[in-house]
């Protein structure tokens, strides 16, 4: 059992685009799909058992089948099966498994085996959303801002980026700050966007720990102050988040209060190349 729930947990991001007046590329980030899988029904070792339960008409079990399709990864990585996925999770969503539902529509937003097809994304997102599932809701909004199998609106896509965010899925609300940031889909408001990267950022969203040291480094909406700046993209980059580095690597090229330090920025920016920012790849070299 334990081995299904690590093959599924966090494995679905869904990624907005947008733009970014940020020292890196642009910013954005949507929630992972946390709380959205179904309760573990069925062993992974025992998939045969599992597959009559769900021909049998055990919905519940064909969620998880789909989900550990379409999801797996580490140990199960072998298991991974997009196209199988699809099938048992088509045959969930249509009895409203919600989770479901909106696994399918991801695995055709983010152009696996499936896709892409946003508008079909579109849709399956629109009835889990509907049926209450807040992260559906926000992956919806990445397609309204992008554009993406619906006509772009933004002000729809700052709307359906509120409901997650108000329930506790941080990453939507760093694209809710970045909309208030910006003035796109909703009146401009800088102290909105801060109070939003600081709520995810206390809450270990490390993009919006990025983004929030942005506002810091360029003075948008508070002072310059590149003591904060730096602390937050240390924090990001030391998470993880690529971006963090990117932004410490032009610190420290233009200095912003210490002395330029090119090897370091150099550093920088390779670490950030590392993780597959492309963008910092030409600051890396010598």
Known sequence: MSKLVAAMAGAVVVVACGGGASSAPPATTASPHNGVTPAPRCDPADLATCDRACASGDIAVCAQLGALY????????????????????????????????????WSLDVGTELGPDPARAATLYQHACAGALA?????????????RGVPKDEARAAELYRIPCDRGSVGYCNNLGRMYKYGRGVPRDLGRARAL??????????????????LYEQGIGVAIDYVRARALYVQACEGGEPRGCHNLGVLATDGHGEPADPAAARAWFQRACDAGLTESCPGAAP
């Open 135 to 147: 992260e559906a809701c926000g992956a919806l909004g990445t397609l309204y801002e992008d554009g």
């Open 70 to 105: 379409a999801t797996a990864e580490g140990e199960l990585a072998d298991l991974r099966d997009v196209p199988r996925a699809a099938r048992y999770l088509e045959q969930a969503c249509a009895a409203d498994e919600l989770p479901s539902c909106y696994l399918l529509a």
């Open 197 to 214: 990267f600081e709520h995810g950022c206390a809450a270990a969203d490390l993009l919006a720990c990025n983004n929030l040291g942005v």
